[in-house]
């Protein structure tokens, strides 16, 4: 079993800027899984944001959200970011991280995200 436990939410406006941190309590398992955040809103399925492999070669990005967010990690803390720049309101949404890039991999609890002015 592996805790993943996000922060970093909050409101902000619009051209805003976030970051968000998920923090593994497993850094074995941690530093050998990809990485992902996910976000959703009510009424609407949970949507891939970002992915980042184990070694952080390769990531990969929603249309939505590519050139605006970066999501990167560090293995010895056991830490994925994501950092959100030039907010839009429709990034609004609870930002999930997962561990395993899987809708069955592990989740941590959420952290809410709303971007107002």
């Known amino acids: 079993q592996v805790r993943l436990v996000e922060s970093g939410g909050g409101l902000v406006q619009p051209g805003g800027s976030l970051r968000l941190s998920c923090v593994a309590s497993?850094?074995?398992?941690?530093?050998?899984?990809?990485m992902a955040w996910y976000r959703q809103t009510p009424g609407k399925q949970r949507e891939l944001v970002a992915v980042?492999?184990?070694?952080?070669?390769?990531?990969n990005y929603a249309d939505s959200v590519k050139g605006r967010f970066t999501i990167s990690r560090d293995n010895m803390k056991n830490i994925v970011f994501l950092q959100m720049n030039n907010l839009k309101p429709e990034d609004t949404a609870v930002y999930y991280c997962?561990?395993?890039?899987?809708?069955?991999?592990?989740w941590g609890q959420g952290t809410q995200v709303t971007v107002s002015s």
């Open positions: 997962n561990l395993g890039a899987t809708t069955s991999g592990y």
């Open positions: 980042i492999t184990d070694s952080a070669r390769h990531t």
């Open positions: 497993d850094g074995n398992i941690f530093g050998r899984s990809t």
